[in-house]
């Protein structure tokens, strides 16, 4: 059965984006039966360009990213849930909907933050700098995600090794 993993951001256009694209990308080429989508509480409607030019330089598809909801999420025929990650700060503040797992239950939650590339210095240069960075750490986190036994793990062991990764 298929890991389903949200990734929450604020508004869904750089932290969020680069992790679903990078633990998409990374299952695919591992051959792992997991897939990341993101959404955001406050969807800014458009993707960060930075976010998008990191992974599509890393050799990342981003055919049909768009910034939505997370009550796409909630909805009868939205993917079943097995791990919710928020990467921002203001995201893991808020008080998140209730998903649903895909064993009826609800989904392990973490926190994985990140600062946000959006805000670093040095102008265009800067920021692609600072993408390609976050990009890189996120993308860390995804491979030791996707190297635990996703599918014989209960929760309370999701939860604690989710949380290991945390700290590194």
């Known amino acids: 059965m298929t890991t389903n993993l949200l990734i929450l951001c604020t ?3 750089a932290r969020s984006v680069l992790s679903e694209g990078m633990l998409n990308h990374w299952a695919k080429k591992l051959d792992k039966d997991a897939r990341a989508f993101s959404a955001g509480s406050a969807p800014s409607g458009r993707l960060n360009p930075f976010a998008l030019e990191a992974l599509q330089n890393a050799g990342v598809d981003t ?3 768009h910034s939505k909801s997370w009550d796409e999420f909630r909805n009868d025929g939205a993917p ?3 791990i919710v990650i928020t990467v921002c700060d203001s995201a893991a503040a808020e008080q998140c909907p209730v998903f649903f797992g895909g064993t009826g239950g ?3 939650k973490v926190h994985w933050g990140y600062p946000d590339p959006s805000n670093a210095e040095g ?3 800067g920021k692609r700098r ?3 960075l976050t ?3 996120i993308g860390y986190r995804m491979l030791q995600l996707l190297q635990l036994p996703l599918e014989t793990m209960s929760k ?3 939860q604690q090794a989710l949380g290991e990764i945390s700290r590194s």
């Open 11 to 13: 508004h869904n256009s």
């Open 63 to 65: 055919t049909g990213y």
């Open 80 to 82: 079943p849930l097995s």
């Open 106 to 108: 609800q989904p392990v």
């Open 123 to 125: 102008g265009d240069e």
């Open 130 to 132: 600072a993408f390609e």
């Open 135 to 137: 990009r890189q750490a």
């Open 156 to 158: 309370a062991e999701l």
